[in-house]
Structure formats: C-alpha cells, structure tokens
C-alpha cells in the first residue's frame, strides 16, 4: 500500500535540460511559487502524495520528497523507471513539470479511469495526440522500463505502444499545452 494508502501514487518530473527553454522549466516562477510546486500541488491533492523525480540538490528546496533518478542520463522514461521502482501503489501517476495549466480534476480522472479499467497505462489524448508525461502506469510494466531503459530505447511514445495502452481525451487541449521555448512560457 503507498503513502496515501490507496494503491495511488504520484510523481512529478523534473530536472530535465530544459534546452529550449535556456533555463531550468520547473523552477519558473508561477503564481506564488514556480511551476514545478504548482504541478506537484495538483498531482498531489488527486493522488493523495506527491514525489519529485530529479536531482535532489537542486529541488530539495520546494519541499517534497524527491528521488534522485535510478540511472541519470534517460529522459522522462528514466523518471518513469525510478518512480515504478520507488512506488509500493499500483497505479502511478506521471506528470512532467511543464504542463501550467494541468488540473487536480483531470489528473483524478485518469487515476480513477485507470483503476477502473485496468490498462498497462492511461495516457491523455488531445485531438489524436497522445501524452504520455500526462498518465498513469500500472507498476506490473516494470520489467519493461527496465528493458528499454537497458536497449536504450527512451522514446516515450515507442514504449508506450508496446503496452497495454488506452486513452483518455482531454476535450480542452489547453490543459496538457507543454511550455518548451520562452515563446511557449509567455503563450501560457
């Protein structure tokens, strides 16, 4: 059983290069914080707790517990590693730091969809477009994190084609916008 004690955990990625960004994503500031506390708070008032994926030197200060990545160096589907072999809950929500306007409503709905129907992984979906830093992933799909991770294949959208996938729209796509340039940030 998780934190929560409803087989439900969730996790917020950060720490990523933010390249195209020229700084850092999830420490933007926003509303009273940045983006990174604004996400965790969603995440954690749907799933009941949240932890950090990332370097803990450089995100200890927003105040969540955070785990450092399990093997550094393989993106998102890293976080995705180090948080299935962190979490003791069946049903694990993943959120990247970059989705401002990502809601608790929308995240509840995926984990409660989640349980419901019982997919390896629940991805958003908007107009076709699959969001796999937007959804839940059952723990059983370990081994096969732990498989890409080793062949190196860290493409979020292969892997999740070779589970036991299903969708879930999002009618407003405004919900899942990433921000990734300081075009996209000043959009948001």
């Known amino acids: 059983m998780d934190r929560a004690g409803q087989g439900r955990a969730g996790y917020l990625l950060v720490g990523g290069q933010s390249s195209r ?8 500031p926003f509303g009273t914080g940045t983006l990174a ?12 707790n949240v932890t950090l994926i990332g370097p803990p030197d450089r995100y200890a200060h927003l105040g969540f517990p955070i785990v450092a990545d399990a093997i550094p160096g393989c993106g998102p589907l890293g976080g995705l590693l180090t948080a299935l072999r962190s979490t003791s809950a069946d049903w694990n929500l993943i959120v990247a730091c970059d989705m401002p306007h ?12 989640a349980q419901a129907t019982d997919p390896d992984c629940l991805v958003a979906e908007t107009a076709g477009r ?4 937007c959804a839940v992933y059952h723990r059983r799909v370990l081994p096969a994190v732990e498989s890409a991770v080793l062949r190196k294949l860290f493409k979020m959208h292969d892997f999740i084609a070779g589970l036991r996938t299903e969708t879930w729209p999002v009618l407003d796509p405004a919900l899942l916008r990433n921000v990734n340039t300081p075009a996209d940030w000043e959009a948001a």
Do not use: Y
């Open 21 to 28: 960004m020229g700084r850092d994503k999830a420490l933007l």
């Open 37 to 48: 506390t604004h996400v965790a708070t969603q995440i954690r008032e749907a799933a009941g």
């Open 102 to 113: 990502v809601t608790t409503g929308l995240l509840g709905q995926l984990l409660n969809a």
């Open 130 to 133: 699959r969001h796999p830093l």
